[in-house]
Nanobody, 120 residues
Framework: QVQLVESGGGLVPPGGSLRLSCVAS????????MGWYRQTPEKERELVAS???????NYADSVKGRFAISRDNAKNTAYLQMNSLKPEDTAVYYC??????????????WGQGTQVTVSS
């Protein structure tokens, strides 16, 4: 089993910055992909950014140029640096990891979510 602990959310004015962290722990052989998703009451959960074990990244069009995802493989940690935040970035942000065991079996895990509110 794998546990994810997210941190870094909060209230920030428009134009501000936040840095989210996601630490994975437990029975981890390899983490293939680490990603951040977000969800609001009005919208389905959507991918914000993801990063592979080889550091290939993928971003939603709405955050390109403003957000940056990174990871520290030694610490099983992913980060999401969010700059130039907009009110429409307000959401609960979830960390997701895709792990792979020694047999090649992939399992996905979700964090509990952290609230990001962009408001003056």
């Amino acid at each position: 089993q794998v546990q994810l602990v997210e941190s870094g959310g909060g209230l920030v004015p428009p134009g501000g910055s936040l840095r989210l962290s996601c630490v994975a722990s437990g029975s981890i052989f390899s983490i293939k992909v680490m990603g951040w998703y977000r969800q609001t009451p009005e919208k389905e959960r959507e991918l914000v950014a993801s990063i592979t074990i080889g550091s290939s990244t993928n971003y939603a069009d709405s955050v390109k140029g403003r957000f940056a995802i990174s990871r520290d493989n030694a610490k099983n940690t992913a980060y999401l640096q969010m700059n130039s935040l907009k009110p429409e970035d307000t959401a609960v942000y979830y960390c997701k990891v895709d792990t792979q065991n020694s047999l090649g079996l992939t399992t996905s895990y979700w964090g509990q979510g952290t609230q990001v509110t962009v408001s003056s």
